[in-house]
């Protein structure tokens, strides 16, 4: 189990972290999420023992063997190859001859990267190093895997193909945490999310629980013309609005015609659509945070 408790950092005055406390058993895939700036990569560096909290503790579950996936492509040397570097990484994480050898090869094979083994990482596309990026951080087959845009760069093809593999791994036991701000990737891997927001967690519950407990019809409203928020919110003052230039979705119990009638005098008549459907994970994340920012304002 990996177990955070009340970690806090802070860079100078600016509350990056702020009491972020939450536990992921064993063979879990999580999503993290919360807007740029809400903590994610502060939070995966402090999990990975890049970067030392202010407070709090950390602790595996009796865990030793971890593996991270940071976001960008500086963790290679550009002028080695690909296979050099993962036959490095892995003698520096102990590995030895045959098995280090055979773990590279198999690595190389299931990430596509067979070709492009005895060439020059700095001749690697950006989805090719994503893809060495991986196959480094799984070389030791870890218990718990931190994985902050995991499948950044990476084509349809090879994100799905990343995505089996790790579904693959966390059915054998291994915890996998995902930082992404692809929430549709989110929403076909992990089961359970973590959102932070400010630094701090609003809610870590199973997609499930999430959807229960904003079970609420959603309302998606359509307009021919721009709308501003605060004209719907004060025709919804019990209701959570969310407003893109010309479509709007509002949790409420209200029904739907009398949504639409509101709607279309807080628009001036700009309405032209109005109809119920489930929310999607994007829309459950900016529910989450809106709910937040109104109950502060």
């Known amino acids: 189990m990996l177990r955070v408790h009340n970690v806090s950092m802070h860079y100078g005055t600016k509350k990056a972290l702020e009491g972020v406390t939450f536990e992921v058993e064993r063979g879990r895939l999580v999503g993290l999420l919360g807007p740029n700036g809400a903590g994610k990569t502060t939070l995966i560096r402090i999990l990975a023992g890049l970067v030392v909290p202010r407070t709090g503790e950390v602790h595996f579950g009796g865990a030793t063997n ?20 993962l036959l490095f990484f892995g003698a520096l994480r102990a590995l ?22 005895a060439k020059p990482v700095m001749t690697y596309s950006s989805g090719e190093r ?24 990476l084509d ?3 994100s799905e193909a990343v995505h089996n593999y790790l579904r693959g791994i966390a059915q054998k036991g291994t915890t996998v945490l995902i930082s992404s701000h692809d929430l549709q990737e989110v929403e076909r891997l992990c089961s359970e999310v973590i959102i932070l927001h ?23 409203l359509r307009f021919s013309k721009s709308v501003d928020r605060s004209r719907l919110a004060a025709v919804f003052p019990d209701s959570v609005v969310m407003v893109t230039p010309t479509m709007a ?9 009398t949504v639409a009638n509101l709607a279309a005098q807080a628009s001036e008549g700009f309405l032209t659509g109005a109809f119920n459907r489930e929310a999607t994970l994007d829309e459950l994340f900016r529910l989450v945070i809106a709910a937040q920012e109104d109950g502060a304002a």
């Open 66 to 85: 971890l593996g991270y996936v940071p976001f960008g492509e500086r963790c290679f040397y550009l002028r080695n190859t690909g296979l050099d570097n």
């Open 96 to 117: 030895r001859p045959p098995r280090l050898h055979a773990r590279v090869e198999l690595l190389l094979h299931e990430f596509g990267l067979e070709g492009m083994a």
């Open 130 to 153: 994503q893809r060495l990026n991986l196959a480094r951080a799984l070389l030791t087959m870890p218990e718990i895997l931190l994985c902050d845009e995991p499948t950044a760069n």
């Open 156 to 158: 349809v093809y090879n």
């Open 198 to 220: 400010q630094g701090s967690v609003l809610t870590h519950e199973s997609l499930d629980d999430l959807r229960r407990k904003y079970a609420r019809p959603l309302v998606e």
């Open 249 to 257: 979705t509002v949790l409420t119990e209200l029904p739907l015609v």
